[in-house]
C-alpha cells in the first residue's frame, strides 16, 4: 500500500480516534492519560491497522480500525493500571516507612504511652509540621498506606521532629 493510500484511508477514518477517546474517557480519566498522548498512540494504532489490513476478510475496514483503536486502549491500560497492593505502576520501585522500623541513628521508633508522656504536648509536634507532612499524618490516621518518596521523606522528617520534641521534654521533666 502507498504512503498516498494509507493517508487517504487514515483521514477517511481519522473520526474513529475521537469516538474512542470519548467512548473510554472514563477509564482514560482513572489512568490520568493526556488526550493528546493517548490521540496520538491510537493514531498510531490506526495506520498499523491500516498497514496490516488484510480486504481478503470478511471484515469492513472501518469495523478492523475500530477494533484495533480498543485493544489499543486495553494496551495503554495494562501498561499504566496501577499494580499490586501499594497501587504502584508496574516497574516502579516504592519503598514503605513503618514507624517500627529501625532508625538511621540506631534504635527504633516508639510512640510513648500515655503514662511515657508526662507533659508532653502533641499539639507542639502538629503545630511544627508542614503541610506536606499534616497530609501524611493524615493519610496515614486514615490507614492509607505511605508509599510516594515525598511522602516516606515527610514522615522521616515527622519521626526527626518528635524525636526531637520528645528528648526535650524528657530533659525538662528530669
Not at 64 to 91: E, F, N, Q, S, W
Not at 144 to 153: L, S
Amino acid at each position: 500500500m502507498t504512503a498516498q493510500n494509507v493517508e487517504s484511508l487514515y483521514c477517511q477514518h481519522k473520526g474513529l480516534i475521537k469516538s474512542t477517546i470519548r467512548k473510554n474517557r472514563t477509564l482514560l480519566t482513572a489512568l490520568r492519560l493526556e488526550e493528546d498522548d493517548v490521540a496520538q498512540e491510537l493514531s498510531i494504532a490506526m495506520l498499523s491497522a491500516i498497514e496490516g489490513f488484510d480486504s481478503g476478510m470478511d471484515v469492513p475496514l472501518g469495523a478492523y480500525i475500530a477494533l484495533k483503536l480498543k485493544y489499543a486502549i486495553l494496551d495503554m491500560k495494562r501498561r499504566c493500571k496501577p499494580h499490586g497492593i501499594t497501587c504502584v505502576p508496574h516497574g516502579e520501585r516504592v519503598s514503605i516507612v513503618y514507624l517500627d522500623d529501625e532508625l538511621p541513628e540506631g534504635g527504633t521508633f516508639e510512640i510513648p504511652s500515655a503514662d511515657d508522656t508526662g507533659t508532653f504536648e502533641y499539639s507542639e509536634l502538629l503545630d511544627s509540621l508542614s503541610e506536606c507532612e499534616s497530609n501524611v499524618i493524615e493519610l496515614a490516621a486514615r490507614g492509607y498506606p505511605i508509599r510516594q518518596k515525598a511522602q516516606t521523606d515527610a514522615l522521616r522528617g515527622i519521626r526527626r521532629k518528635y524525636s526531637q520534641i520528645y528528648k526535650n521534654e524528657g530533659s525538662i521533666a528530669a
